[in-house]
């Protein structure tokens, strides 16, 4: 029966990771994410938490292990702690990891009541320590917020992986005390290229760096030890060998890893897209609106199983539009 099928796709890549977006809209606004005045989607069009929860539940039941929530921030959808609290009792049932990707502005709220749900680990990204260029980056002011919601999820017992997109002439020569500073407060630490999705305020292209060059950098300060790929997804890791800590570098432009790829991403408005970097997508929402929604949604991930391409095809060039119409704050990170 195709609804309990595993889920597997033409090139034969078994899909076990769903990263699911509950909400496109932020509480910040990162310069390289979204405009100042982002076009948020009309509340209508999102899934409801209920319909999130029976999406989630249909995806677990295909053999998917891994959840990840992100937005937008998922920590401004409103009882957003109603899906995480329900998708934690399908840990242990299907379920192995659900976790989230968060900019921690509303961490130190809820970093207790995540753990409380079986949550272990999350994502926080953050691309500066320094005040005046946080403020910068995000066009908001809230370092002290976003310290304290990782203070606050460290002592809830959370592991905490740090997320820093890699700005040339912005946070550049940050990047080492950024990585000492995770490291000494036992996270790793991942750096993330600038990929050309949506369009944004400025020329992305003005601050593109490439992580090739961003590690030739770093081996002057630290002595960085390959380790073996442990996630199967994008990161590369590094251990840093001054600060014992784990280096991991996300680089879709520079280095193909689709090879291996084992996830699938749903917008908040459930649209499956089977590739970051590609348009193929399927329409989930209206499988779950349906007379029939678990039948029909389990025929719709069939359907993407048949569309997830081999490869993506981003590109960032100057004077070029962005690769992708839509921004990494719909698709989610
Ligand atoms: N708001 C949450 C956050 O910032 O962690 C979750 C969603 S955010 C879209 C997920 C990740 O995508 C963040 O680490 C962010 O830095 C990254 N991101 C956003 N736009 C990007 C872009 N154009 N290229 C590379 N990374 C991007
Ligand atoms: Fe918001 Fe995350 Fe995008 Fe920054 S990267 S604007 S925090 S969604």
């Given at each position: 029966?195709?609804?309990?099928?595993?889920?597997?796709?033409?090139?034969?890549?078994?899909?076990?990771?769903?990263?699911l977006?509950v909400?496109?809209?932020c509480?910040?606004?990162?310069?390289?994410?979204?405009?100042?005045?982002?076009?948020?989607?009309?509340?209508?069009?999102?899934?409801?938490?209920?319909?999130?929860?029976?999406?989630?539940?249909?995806?677990?039941?295909?053999?998917i292990?891994?959840?990840?929530l992100?937005?937008?921030?998922p920590?401004?959808?409103?009882?957003?702690?109603?899906l995480?609290?329900?998708?934690?009792?399908?840990?242990?049932?299907?379920?192995?990891?659900?976790?989230?990707t968060?900019?921690?502005?509303?961490?130190?709220?809820?970093?207790?009541?995540?753990?409380?749900?079986?949550?272990?680990?999350i994502?926080?990204?953050?691309?500066?320590?320094?005040?005046?260029l946080?403020?910068?980056l995000?066009?908001r002011?809230?370092?002290?917020?976003?310290?304290?919601?990782?203070?606050?999820?460290?002592?809830?017992?959370?592991?905490?992986?740090i997320?820093?997109?890699?700005?040339?002439?912005?946070?550049?020569?940050?990047?080492?005390a950024?990585?000492?500073?995770?490291?000494?407060?036992g996270?790793?630490?991942t750096?993330?290229?600038v990929?050309?999705?949506?369009?944004?305020?400025?020329?992305?292209?003005?601050?593109?760096?490439s992580?090739?060059?961003?590690?030739?950098?770093?081996?002057?300060?630290?002595?960085?030890?390959?380790?073996?790929?442990?996630?199967?997804?994008?990161?590369?890791?590094?251990?840093?060998?001054?600060?014992?800590?784990?280096?991991?570098?996300?680089?879709?432009?520079?280095?193909?890893?689709?090879?291996?790829?084992?996830r699938?991403?749903?917008?908040?408005?459930?649209?499956?897209?089977?590739?970051?970097?590609?348009?193929?997508q399927?329409?989930?929402?209206?499988?779950?609106?349906?007379?029939?929604?678990?039948?029909?949604?389990?025929?719709?991930?069939?359907?993407?199983?048949?569309?997830?391409?081999?490869?993506h095809?981003?590109?960032?060039?100057?004077g070029?539009?962005?690769?992708?119409?839509?921004?990494?704050s719909?698709?989610?990170?």
């Amino acid at each position: 029966m195709t609804q309990h099928a595993p889920l597997i796709d033409r090139f034969d890549r078994r899909v076990t990771y769903l990263r699911l977006s509950v909400t496109d809209r932020c509480d910040l606004r990162c310069t390289y994410c979204m405009p100042e005045r982002m076009q948020f989607l009309p509340k209508a069009d999102v899934l409801s938490l209920e319909e999130l929860e029976v999406l989630a539940k249909g995806f677990i039941a295909r053999g998917i292990s891994k959840i990840r929530l992100t937005g937008g921030e998922p920590l401004v959808r409103r009882d957003v702690m109603q899906l995480v609290r329900a998708l934690g009792r399908e840990l242990g049932n299907g379920l192995d990891e659900l976790t989230l990707t968060t900019n921690a502005m509303q961490l130190a709220t809820y970093a207790e009541y995540l753990a409380a749900a079986g949550v272990e680990r999350i994502n926080v990204s953050l691309d500066t320590r320094d005040p005046a260029l946080f403020a910068q980056l995000t066009r908001r002011d809230g370092l002290e917020r976003v310290l304290h919601g990782i203070a606050a999820a460290r002592a809830a017992g959370l592991r905490v992986k740090i997320n820093t997109v890699a700005l040339k002439d912005q946070n550049e020569g940050e990047i080492p005390a950024l990585i000492r500073w995770a490291h000494e407060h036992g996270h790793d630490l991942t750096l993330i290229e600038v990929m050309p999705l949506g369009e944004v305020e400025g020329e992305r292209v003005d601050h593109f760096l490439s992580l090739t060059a961003v590690r030739a950098a770093l081996e002057k300060h630290f002595t960085l030890t390959d380790l073996p790929d442990s996630t199967g997804g994008p990161s590369r890791y590094v251990r840093v060998e001054e600060t014992g800590g784990r280096l991991g570098f996300i680089s879709p432009l520079t280095n193909n890893f689709c090879a291996g790829c084992n996830r699938v991403r749903v917008t908040a408005t459930g649209q499956l897209y089977a590739c970051l970097g590609g348009a193929e997508q399927v329409d989930l929402r209206e499988a779950l609106r349906s007379d029939a929604p678990e039948a029909r949604l389990a025929e719709a991930l069939d359907t993407a199983m048949q569309i997830k391409p081999e490869r993506h095809h981003f590109r960032i060039a100057e004077g070029e539009g962005p690769a992708l119409a839509r921004h990494m704050s719909v698709t989610g990170g």
